[in-house]
C-alpha cells in the first residue's frame, strides 16, 4: 500500500515560518497531482496549495504570496514553505496526493495523518 507521512507542524508566532514535509511510501508507480490542504476548527477542509507534476502551481487566495509549494519527484516529497504566518492560518494541515499503484492502471487520492500548525499573535 501506500503512505503519506506529514512533519514539520508546530507552533510559532505571527510573522514566522515553518516548513512542512510530506514523504509519499510504498509500492508507488507513479504520482500525479499532490497538494496542500487545511482544517480549522468548525470549518471546512480546504485547499491551499497544489503543484502536479510538470511543476504548475495553484494558491488559495488567502495564501499568495508568503506560501511556496514544491515537491521532489525523485523522492516522492511534498512540501510546503509557509512565511509570514497569521493566526488565521492555524489549522491541521493534510497532504494529498493522486498515486497510482506499481500494479495499478488508475489513480487514487490518498492523505496523510495530518499536522498541527498553530500561530500564535
Known amino acids: 500500500q501506500v503512505h503519506l507521512v506529514e512533519s514539520g507542524g508546530g507552533l510559532v508566532q505571527a510573522g514566522g515560518s515553518l516548513r512542512l514535509s510530506c514523504a509519499a511510501s510504498?509500492?508507488?508507480?507513479?504520482?500525479?497531482?499532490m497538494g496542500w490542504y487545511r482544517q480549522a476548527p468548525g470549518k471546512q477542509r480546504e485547499l491551499v496549495a497544489s503543484?502536479?507534476?510538470?511543476?504548475?502551481?495553484n494558491y488559495a487566495d488567502s495564501v499568495k504570496g508568503r506560501f511556496t509549494i514544491s515537491r521532489d519527484n525523485a523522492k516522492n516529497i511534498l512540501y510546503l514553505q509557509m512565511n509570514s504566518l497569521k493566526p488565521e492560518d492555524t489549522a491541521v494541515y493534510y497532504c494529498?496526493?493522486?498515486?497510482?499503484?506499481?500494479?495499478?492502471?488508475?489513480?487514487?487520492?490518498?492523505w496523510g495523518q495530518g499536522t498541527q500548525v498553530t500561530v500564535s499573535s
Open positions: 503543484i502536479v507534476t510538470g511543476g504548475s502551481t
Open positions: 510504498g509500492s508507488i508507480g507513479s504520482i500525479s497531482a
Open positions: 494529498n496526493a493522486g498515486i497510482r499503484l506499481l500494479w495499478g492502471d488508475r489513480s487514487t487520492q490518498y
